[in-house]
Nanobody, 124 residues
Framework: QLQLVESGGGLVQPGGSLRLSCAASGFTLDYYVIGWFRQAPGKEREGVSCISTSSSSTNYADSVKDRFTISRDNAENTVYLQMNSLKPEDTAVYYC?????????????????WGQGTQVTVSS
């Protein structure tokens, strides 16, 4: 059974950092493009960042550029999202998702497998 499991969310003060993890089971992430998405209450789901199978290409939403970094460790079958300089507007449920190549667009409808999400709350 193909499964993605996110972890690392929590409550953090503005300006703080968190690292989210997306671990795969039942399949090898090596062959998949991985995306991080988020959804805040009352808002549409937003593509945050995506990474190619080889890590050679990444894509970021303008709202998180220079603050978030996506990376992957195929040996560990895990993808990470390092989030720095967090803002209250980053508060959302964060999801990871997987799709087969080609393409590196962070568009949710293109992704086939989804995790259950992890809550990130940025508040003082």
């Amino acid at each position: 059974q193909l499964q993605l499991v996110e972890s690392g969310g929590g409550l953090v003060q503005p300006g703080g950092s968190l690292r989210l993890s997306c671990a795969a089971s039942g399949f090898t992430l090596d062959y998949y493009v991985i995306g991080w998405f988020r959804q805040a209450p009352g808002k549409e789901r937003e593509g945050v960042s995506c990474i190619s199978t080889s890590s050679s290409s990444t894509n970021y939403a303008d709202s998180v550029k220079d603050r978030f970094t996506i990376s992957r460790d195929n040996a560990e079958n895990t993808v990470y999202l390092q989030m720095n300089s967090l803002k209250p507007e980053d508060t959302a449920v964060y999801y990871c998702a997987a799709k087969l190549p080609p393409g590196l667009r962070c568009l949710g409808y293109e992704y086939d497998y989804w995790g259950q999400g992890t809550q990130v709350t940025v508040s003082s």
